[in-house]
């Protein structure tokens, strides 16, 4: 459909943009995402048996490679669902990061950050309703249920016409038993 083919490319343009300008000058980002990083590193190695980096520019510069990555994918329809979802879990601690707007006391400075948000906030809900969109055909669950239910009556007519033959053969080796003992 063509608002899809206009639609996806619009919906990844800040994505593939604003990685590759992370990409080349990752130090900006830093500050902002430390404390989300520190966070979720030890979050995670809490959770985890191995110890996660804490090195804020690396994490930096991978969340830049894979919005850059998937944004790209996604604007070109390749696997536009998984890069949907993708880019859905890379924005949230972008937004996080990027626009704690309930640390800023200047009005100025926190109607921007607040807007910043917000906008953030309705790409979610734009790549979310990507990350569902079938294109009109089925989802996946929809067809193995459909398939799930026609297996099980194919096994069953197979059953019921397998159980019919064996009547069949029952009765014709009792009549052979019958004519044999007359």
Do not use: C
């Amino acid at each position: 459909m063509l608002v899809r083919r206009i639609a996806r490319p619009l919906l990844a343009a800040p994505f593939v943009y604003g990685g590759i300008s992370t990409l080349r000058k990752p130090q900006d980002r830093v500050p902002g995402a430390r404390p989300v990083v520190e966070k979720l590193a030890d979050a995670a190695d809490k959770q985890l048996p191995v110890e996660v980096p804490k090195d804020v520019e690396q994490w930096v510069k991978v969340d830049a490679a894979v919005k850059v990555a998937a944004g790209s994918l996604f604007a070109l329809n390749k696997m536009p669902r998984l890069t949907a979802l993708v880019l859905s879990a890379s924005i949230v601690p972008t937004t996080l990061a990027g626009h704690r707007f309930w640390e800023h006391d200047d009005p100025t400075e926190r109607f921007g950050q607040i807007s910043n948000f917000l906008k953030n906030a309705g790409i979610l809900g734009g790549l979310l309703l990507a990350a569902v969109d079938t294109e009109g055909r089925p989802s996946v669950g929809y067809r193995a249920r459909r398939s799930a239910r026609a297996a099980a009556a194919a096994t069953e007519h197979g059953f019921e016409k397998a159980s019919k033959r064996a009547a069949k053969a029952q009765k014709k080796a009792e009549k052979k038993l019958k004519k044999a003992r007359r």
